[in-house]
Each structure stands twice: as structure tokens, then as C-alpha cells.
């Protein structure tokens, strides 16, 4: 150790040379939070002992960001300031271990104490704060008016992916969620991980961790059934299991605009204000529902200046993008585009089929990969649709007292398999894309290739392969005899176009909902 540094002021000294090197946002989010270091001296072979500082950090999100954006630094730091080989071990520490530090105060170190509780703190010491997210969880929407307080039963939106909470878990939240309208059981750890929601996913932690500063307004979007509605509950969850007396808000739009009518009615304006203005976090589904709404969009706009303006948080959703919003005022979307808009994608295959596997897991009925791969395959649209055939399958397999297999699959889901395939076929698809972007069903199988047709027919060979059970030969043999190579490039062109084309997006959605009826 150098004669400047002692054990236990390390840590500290690490921490003022990162104040001085990331942005304040940065260090106060990541850094300033984090608990005391213990130093471990390590003897290595020569007789020289290096040094191993172990950090605790208080949940796996955190974890992840900090060893692959900070960690290998820190590293460096110690090693400079140590005068010897260092190590950073970062750990997860047990929530009941760690102690709170006051809102004000800097780190300290003394060893093997740990001296702050890291949490959903509002302000400049924030850091996202669900604890450890599972790779497991729902992503399905309740109904708007039906957020409750009660446990996720067996079979439920709330407990049918991934790993379900024990029952009374939603008690460990505070009793205030009842009159913010949250929903307990979404949270982020009920929330299934992956592609689909990846940014959202991320976006909404940061918010959860830091609200008021970052991403707002958050802006999510997607088709029903995708999880817009859990992210939102999951934020206003992990900030009232931090600060039980934040004023928090969900509701659905139609909500708000019953609210509008009723004080317009009752000319009591001013209580419009009191119970919206004053809010920390206001969380909103479905703002489509404005549309052709004039007064319910001015008080809404009322209401969203004056959160903006006192830093308070808004996360609203829509089955579109701001800018796709039709009836709504310019000056609302163009706000709503202001701060940060998410999509939220239909699951990946992959994503499915872990949903269906941990949650039968959960419900004590083991389900074969190859039933799982079977199941996610026929039911594509949204994570309602999978829990749904997971009912199905499960309850088939239990009243028939039959062990679940693809057969016994089948047969469960034989309606739905039949009208899937009654409705989805490659023609139906040439047609629809072909009306869609107004150019002849003919041209799906000629052989022009200016852009205003070749993107079409990419389009929909990129949809045949994805809704329905077509080989790559099968499906360029119905767009005029091509080779399977150019099926697959289609594919590979126009989903990944569609991770970053939010236009496409939309676009391939609209089709995708239309083709399903």
C-alpha cells in the first residue's frame, strides 16, 4: 500500500479520482451509492501480497453495469493507488445486510462494513433499483381498471412467466400501492428478459433508479399484450419500495379522461390540478385514447408542463409511436417524443419458449423442450396468446390425466391451430402486403425489381417465414420459383432493418395484426 493510501481510505481515494474523471450524472447514479470495500490482502507467489477489494453491490442490475462499464477502471485506480496488483470482486449483497447511509453523506470506508443501503433513492444518489431481475416473469397487460393489491393466483397474467413470486410477496410492498392503483405483482423481477424488451426494459430501470432526471418523458410502445403495462407498474412499484411516500399515479387514459369530463361537469378544475400537479410519478397506458379529445388533451398538456417543471416523472404507453398518434395536438406529441421513446417488440422465439418452460416449471408441470418449441412456434403474436395456450395445455394434460407431449399438444390447441392456418397463408400474405403498399398481387411473383416492389416482396417474404410453417424453398417457390438464398436474405434484411426502423416497425405490425384477424 503507497504511504499516502491506508486500507481504509482506498476506496474512498478510488472514489474521488472517478468524481473527477465520469460525468456527475454518471458517478452519482453508479458510483457514490455503492457501499464500503473490504480489502483483502492476497499472497501470491513471490511473497508480495496483491490486493483484492470485494464490493458489494446491491442488485444484479447494478452488478452487470458496473463490471462492464466501470469495472476494469476501478481496477486500474486500485492498482495505482495500491502500488501492487489489484483485483475487484464484485458481489451481491443480502438486502437485510446493509445498512442505510444518510441521503447527504459521502462514502466512507471501514473494513468489512458495509454503510449504505443501496435502494430506489430519488435525487443525485440514485442508481436503478429493482432487486436482482430474474430471468423469468410476465410481460402481459391486466385489464386498466383491474390493478390490485392481491397476489398473483395460479394461471394469471401476473404469475404465468418465469419464475412467480411466493405467495404473499406483493405484501412486502408498501400499503399505499392500493390508492396509487399500482398493481404489486408487476415488478421487475416478475419481468421476462430478452430482445423484445431489452431498451424498454433498460430505459424503465434507469428511470426507476433516477426519476426526474433522465429519459423523461419515457414513451412506450408496442401491440397489446406485450408488456407495456407491467414496465410501467415494475417503475412505480420499485420507487414506493423505496420511498412509500412518493406520489405515485397509474391509471389508464380513459381513466383520465372520465376525471376531465366529471370535474368539467362540476366546474372543480382546481381539484383536477391538486390531484394531478402534484404528483412525483405519473404513470399512463394507452394515450392513444386522447384522440379527437380536445379538452382532455389541454388538461392533460396542463398537467404534463407542470410535472416537467417541477421534475417530476411521466412514463406514458400507446399501441403507436408519437408521431403515428392520429387526432392528437402536435404540441402533446411532439412532447411526447421529447424525451425518450421505446418499442417494445413481440417476444423472440427463444423468449417464448423460456416463458413456457419456467413458468410449467413453476405450476409443477415439467414441459419438454421440444413441446415448448412446438407451442411458441404456432403462437407468435404477444405473451397473452402463449399464456393462453399454456392454460390450454395444461389443463388438457390434467383432465386427461396425460403427460404432456407434442401430441397431447396438438390436440389442446387444435382450434387455434386450425384457424391460425385457415387464415395465415403465403398467398394471403402476397395480397395483404400487396394491398398494403398498393402495388399489384403480380408483382410478388414477377421479376422487376425497382424498390417500390422489391421492398414489398421482402416485406412479405419476411412475414411468410415468420407466420407460417413454410420452408425457405417452399416460400421463394411461391414468389415466382427464387431461390431459397434470397428468401433468407429478405429475412435477414427486413428483421434487422426492423430493430432500428421504427417506421418499418409499425409498418410490419399493422400487417402482422391484420393477417391475424
Given at each position: 500500500?503507497?504511504?499516502?493510501?491506508?486500507?481504509?481510505?482506498?476506496?474512498?481515494?478510488?472514489?474521488?479520482?472517478?468524481?473527477?474523471?465520469?460525468?456527475?450524472?454518471?458517478?452519482?447514479?453508479?458510483?457514490?451509492?455503492?457501499?464500503?470495500?473490504?480489502?483483502?490482502?492476497?499472497?501470491?507467489?513471490?511473497?508480495?501480497?496483491?490486493?483484492?477489494?470485494?464490493?458489494?453491490?446491491?442488485?444484479?442490475?447494478?452488478?452487470?453495469?458496473?463490471?462492464?462499464?466501470?469495472?476494469?477502471?476501478?481496477?486500474?485506480i486500485l492498482g495505482e493507488l495500491a502500488g501492487k496488483p489489484a483485483r475487484l470482486e464484485l458481489t451481491l449483497a443480502p438486502r437485510e445486510t446493509i445498512a442505510p447511509l444518510p441521503r447527504n453523506s459521502a462514502p466512507t470506508v471501514a473494513m468489512g462494513q458495509v454503510l449504505q443501503q443501496h435502494g430506489l433513492r430519488s435525487g443525485p444518489v440514485a442508481a436503478p433499483g429493482a432487486d436482482t431481475p430474474a430471468?423469468?416473469?410476465?410481460?402481459?397487460?391486466?385489464?386498466?381498471?383491474?390493478?390490485?393489491?392481491?397476489?398473483?393466483?395460479?394461471?394469471?397474467?401476473?404469475?404465468?412467466?418465469?419464475?412467480?413470486?411466493?405467495?404473499?410477496?406483493?405484501?412486502?410492498?408498501?400499503?399505499?400501492?392500493?390508492?396509487?392503483?399500482?398493481?404489486?405483482?408487476?415488478?421487475?423481477?416478475?419481468?421476462?428478459?430478452?430482445?423484445?424488451?431489452?431498451?424498454?426494459?433498460?430505459?424503465?430501470?434507469?428511470?426507476?433508479?433516477?426519476?426526474?432526471?433522465?429519459?423523461?418523458?419515457?414513451?412506450?410502445?408496442?401491440?397489446?399484450?406485450?408488456?407495456?403495462?407491467?414496465?410501467?407498474?415494475?417503475?412505480?412499484?420499485?420507487?414506493?419500495?423505496?420511498?412509500?411516500?412518493?406520489?405515485?399515479?397509474?391509471?389508464?387514459?380513459?381513466?383520465?379522461?372520465?376525471?376531465?369530463?366529471?370535474?368539467?361537469?362540476?366546474?372543480?378544475?382546481?381539484?383536477?390540478?391538486?390531484?394531478?400537479?402534484?404528483?412525483?410519478?405519473?404513470?399512463?397506458?394507452?394515450?392513444?385514447?386522447?384522440?379527437?379529445?380536445?379538452?382532455?388533451?389541454?388538461?392533460?398538456?396542463?398537467?404534463?408542463?407542470?410535472?416537467?417543471?417541477?421534475?417530476?416523472?411521466?412514463?406514458?404507453?400507446?399501441?403507436?409511436?408519437?408521431?403515428?398518434?392520429?387526432?392528437?395536438?402536435?404540441?402533446?406529441?411532439?412532447?411526447?417524443?421529447?424525451?425518450?421513446?421505446?418499442?417494445?417488440?413481440?417476444?423472440?422465439?427463444?423468449?417464448?419458449?423460456?416463458?413456457?418452460?419456467?413458468?410449467?416449471?413453476?405450476?409443477?408441470?415439467?414441459?419438454?423442450?421440444?413441446?415448448?418449441?412446438?407451442?411458441?412456434?404456432?403462437?407468435?403474436?404477444?405473451?397473452?396468446?402463449?399464456?393462453?395456450?399454456?392454460?390450454?395445455?395444461?389443463?388438457?394434460?390434467?383432465?386427461?390425466?396425460?403427460?404432456?407431449?407434442?401430441?397431447?399438444?396438438?390436440?389442446?390447441?387444435?382450434?387455434?391451430?386450425?384457424?391460425?392456418?385457415?387464415?395465415?397463408?403465403?398467398?394471403?400474405?402476397?395480397?395483404?402486403?400487396?394491398?398494403?403498399?398498393?402495388?399489384?398481387?403480380?408483382?410478388?411473383?414477377?421479376?422487376?425489381?425497382?424498390?417500390?416492389?422489391?421492398?414489398?416482396?421482402?416485406?412479405?417474404?419476411?412475414?411468410?417465414?415468420?407466420?407460417?410453417?413454410?420452408?425457405?424453398?417452399?416460400?421463394?417457390?411461391?414468389?415466382?420459383?427464387?431461390?431459397?438464398?434470397?428468401?433468407?436474405?429478405?429475412?435477414?434484411?427486413?428483421?434487422?432493418?426492423?430493430?432500428?426502423?421504427?417506421?418499418?416497425?409499425?409498418?410490419?405490425?399493422?400487417?402482422?395484426?391484420?393477417?391475424?384477424?
Amino acid at each position: 500500500m503507497s504511504a499516502d493510501v491506508s486500507e481504509a481510505t482506498l476506496w474512498q481515494r478510488v472514489c474521488e479520482r472517478l468524481a473527477t474523471e465520469l460525468p456527475e450524472q454518471q458517478f452519482n447514479t453508479w458510483i457514490r451509492p455503492l457501499p464500503a470495500a473490504e480489502v483483502i490482502h492476497l499472497q501470491e507467489g513471490n511473497g508480495e501480497g496483491a490486493v483484492l477489494v470485494s464490493l458489494r453491490v446491491p442488485n444484479r442490475f447494478k452488478l452487470d453495469w458496473i463490471r462492464s462499464q466501470y469495472a476494469s477502471r476501478i481496477e486500474i485506480i486500485l492498482g495505482e493507488l495500491a502500488g501492487k496488483p489489484a483485483r475487484l470482486e464484485l458481489t451481491l449483497a443480502p438486502r437485510e445486510t446493509i445498512a442505510p447511509l444518510p441521503r447527504n453523506s459521502a462514502p466512507t470506508v471501514a473494513m468489512g462494513q458495509v454503510l449504505q443501503q443501496h435502494g430506489l433513492r430519488s435525487g443525485p444518489v440514485a442508481a436503478p433499483g429493482a432487486d436482482t431481475p430474474a430471468a423469468g416473469g410476465h410481460m402481459g397487460r391486466p385489464a386498466a381498471q383491474a390493478a390490485t393489491t392481491q397476489p398473483a393466483q395460479p394461471i394469471t397474467a401476473a404469475s404465468l412467466v418465469g419464475n412467480a413470486p411466493p405467495p404473499g410477496a406483493a405484501q412486502t410492498l408498501p400499503p399505499s400501492a392500493t390508492r396509487h392503483r399500482i398493481n404489486t405483482s408487476l415488478t421487475f423481477d416478475t419481468l421476462v428478459p430478452g430482445r423484445a424488451n431489452q431498451m424498454a426494459r433498460t430505459a424503465a430501470l434507469h428511470v426507476a433508479g433516477a426519476p426526474g432526471q433522465m429519459y423523461n418523458p419515457l414513451f412506450i410502445y408496442g401491440g397489446v399484450g406485450l408488456g407495456k403495462t407491467h414496465l410501467i407498474h415494475a417503475v412505480g412499484n420499485a420507487l414506493l419500495k423505496d420511498r412509500p411516500d412518493a406520489r405515485v399515479l397509474y391509471l389508464h387514459a380513459e381513466q383520465f379522461i372520465s376525471d376531465v369530463v366529471k370535474n368539467y361537469q362540476r366546474k372543480t378544475f382546481d381539484e383536477l390540478k391538486a390531484k394531478y400537479h402534484s404528483l412525483d410519478l405519473l404513470l399512463i397506458d394507452d394515450v392513444q385514447f386522447f384522440a379527437g379529445k380536445d379538452r382532455t388533451q389541454e388538461e392533460f398538456f396542463n398537467a404534463f408542463e407542470a410535472l416537467l417543471a417541477k421534475r417530476a416523472h411521466i412514463i406514458m404507453t400507446s399501441d403507436t409511436y408519437p408521431k403515428g398518434l392520429v387526432d392528437i395536438d402536435e404540441r402533446l406529441t411532439s412532447r411526447f417524443d421529447a424525451g425518450l421513446t421505446v418499442a417494445i417488440e413481440p417476444p423472440e422465439l427463444e423468449m417464448r419458449v423460456a416463458i413456457l418452460i419456467k413458468k410449467a416449471d413453476a405450476e409443477g408441470a415439467p414441459m419438454p423442450e421440444d413441446v415448448a418449441f412446438f407451442i411458441a412456434k404456432n403462437v407468435r403474436a404477444n405473451v397473452r396468446e402463449l399464456e393462453g395456450a399454456l392454460r390450454k395445455v395444461l389443463a388438457y394434460s390434467r383432465f386427461s390425466h396425460k403427460e404432456i407431449n407434442i401430441q397431447l399438444a396438438r390436440e389442446a390447441l387444435k382450434d387455434l391451430l386450425s384457424i391460425q392456418n385457415r387464415q395465415i397463408s403465403v398467398e394471403n400474405i402476397q395480397k395483404t402486403v400487396a394491398d398494403f403498399y398498393k402495388i399489384k398481387v403480380a408483382d410478388m411473383y414477377s421479376k422487376k425489381r425497382p424498390a417500390s416492389i422489391a421492398r414489398p416482396r421482402q416485406i412479405a417474404m419476411y412475414l411468410a417465414k415468420e407466420l407460417t410453417q413454410k420452408s425457405l424453398p417452399e416460400i421463394g417457390e411461391l414468389f415466382g420459383g427464387r431461390d431459397h438464398t434470397t428468401v433468407l436474405h429478405a429475412v435477414r434484411k427486413i428483421g434487422g432493418e426492423r430493430q432500428k426502423n421504427t417506421e418499418l416497425n409499425q409498418q410490419l405490425h399493422v400487417l402482422e395484426q391484420t393477417l391475424k384477424g
